[in-house]
């Protein structure tokens, strides 16, 4: 796994994930706004790590929502493992969705989420 994109508007939390992954040496991007399935389709990125919460809208829950209404019915293809995370303990439903690889729980366990990271290589 080279590269890594980001969804989260915490741009704190996102600031030490893009330093902390990089120097674990990955290519990381990130964004301060919820995904489209159009956009992670277009991603050339091994892994997307997507904020449940948007401020105080579950963007990214519609996300999924999203990928499990559109990826069974249209000709789209995401290569980039995905994974959500959130502080909200009820969002963690979200990880049983096919398309979804694992749940982070925030606060965050980093070291855990880098070894999930590095054995997906």
């Known amino acids: 796994m080279d590269s890594i994109v980001i969804f989260d508007d915490d741009v704190d ?3 030490i994930l893009k330093d902390i992954l ?4 990955y290519r990381v991007i990130t964004f301060q706004s919820p995904p489209t399935v159009e956009q ?3 991603l050339n990125a091994d892994a ?3 904020d449940v919460w948007f401020g105080d809208e579950p963007k990214g829950a519609e996300f999924v929502e999203k ?3 559109t990826l069974p019915t249209k000709n789209i293809k995401v290569n980039c493992d995905i994974y959500v995370m959130s502080s909200d303990p009820d969002s963690k439903a979200l990880a049983h969705s096919p398309f979804i690889r694992r749940f982070f729980q925030k606060p965050l366990d ?3 989420l880098v ?3 590095r054995t997906a290589k």
Not at 22 to 25: D, I
């Open 13 to 15: 939390l996102a600031s």
């Open 22 to 25: 990089t120097e674990e040496g």
């Open 40 to 42: 992670i389709a277009q």
């Open 48 to 50: 997307c790590l997507v």
């Open 67 to 69: 990928l499990n209404e």
């Open 110 to 112: 980093l070291a855990s």
């Open 115 to 117: 070894s999930v990271l």
